[in-house]
């Protein structure tokens, strides 16, 4: 998780977190656990919130041992070792010592649980769980197994909220500002594991509400040094000015903006949708928006 100082509320509580570990936190809390008993810390917070009533440290973490794409390449051709900087930093936070010394059970997600899933890696780093996929179907028995101090299952499969509509909405702000839109894809690329995820387009209500939650936690107001002159691609520019455009940017994650609410078989874009989603995030006041993946065969199919 990302340490600036502004990411970081006084009493040390992450002001925006990760967006899956965002839908854990609003999972629990809309399933029973009382919200002032659960704390979303990051990680150079950590001995501040882990005592000896904790009873769970839930875990998010993309890229564990750096076995990814980029990863590989990029520390392969400028790296000073074998080491790529996340499989680096999730050790160090693995290793925090606050987090190692701890009787409360840790259980990990997240894009890059399949990385440390093996005994020899959930023993090295002392991980009692890993949740593997989707989460928010299984993470409140885990919980509250972990707090009743019960052994917890090594490895658990997620499964999908077949619903879209019961997919809960975040209740605090993301990194980025990151809403989803969809999940899955559905186009079936031979090489692709998205593809096998069920697909499902998240409803305008939510996208709403999880903007405005954004906007709501990521105003800047009062930041330091809003005068100061920052040189960017486009120009010089205030840092207020910056601290604006960054509070009405909204990161849109989803496998094809293009396929939102698509209906066909053929994949052809629904353009009533798309246009339909583009209205709203415009009428919310989004300034600025960047889908995670747009696919050029989309576009060429319905140009
Ligand atoms: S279009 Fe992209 S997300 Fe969809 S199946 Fe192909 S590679 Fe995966």
């Not at 583009?278 to 696919?295: A, M, N, R």
Request: proline content about 6%.
């Amino acid at each position: 998780m990302k340490g600036g100082k502004q990411e970081i509320l006084p009493d040390g509580r992450a002001r925006l977190a990760p967006y899956g570990l965002r839908k854990i936190e609003a999972t629990l809390i809309e399933n029973g656990f009382d919200e002032n008993d659960i704390a979303t810390v990051p990680p150079m917070s950590l001995s501040k919130f882990i005592g000896e009533n904790t009873k769970v440290v839930g875990i998010t973490a993309m890229n564990t041992n750096g076995l990814t794409y980029c990863d590989q390449t990029f520390t392969a051709l400028v790296g000073f070792g074998s080491d790529s900087y996340n499989s680096y930093k999730f050790r160090s936070l693995m290793f925090d010592k606050a987090l190692r010394s701890t009787r409360a059970k840790k259980i990990l997600g997240g894009a890059g649980a399949w990385q440390v899933q093996g005994a020899y890696c959930r023993d090295y780093f002392g991980i009692d769980t890993i949740v593997m996929g989707e989460g928010e179907n299984v993470v409140v028995p885990l919980f509250q197994q972990a707090c009743e101090g019960k052994t917890l299952p090594p490895l658990v499969e997620g499964t999908p909220i077949r619903d879209e509509t019961k997919i809960p909405c975040i209740h605090n702000g993301s990194i980025y500002g990151t809403v989803e839109i969809s999940r899955g894809c559905g186009r079936n690329c031979q090489f692709c594991s998205p593809t096998k995820r069920l697909r499902r387009d998240i409803p305008l209500t939510t996208i709403e509400q999880e903007v405005k939650v954004n906007f709501r936690t990521r105003k800047n107001e009062g930041a330091p040094n809003r005068e100061r002159t920052i040189f960017t691609p486009t120009g010089h520019k205030k840092k207020g000015q910056l601290d604006q455009q960054q509070e009405r940017m909204i990161f849109l994650t989803t496998e094809d903006i293009m396929l939102y609410q698509c209906r066909s078989p053929d994949f052809l874009p629904n353009t009533e949708a798309i246009l339909k989603l583009i209205k709203l995030l415009v009428d919310l006041g989004v300034e600025t928006f960047q889908p995670s993946h747009i696919s050029l065969a989309a576009v060429a199919a319905s140009p």
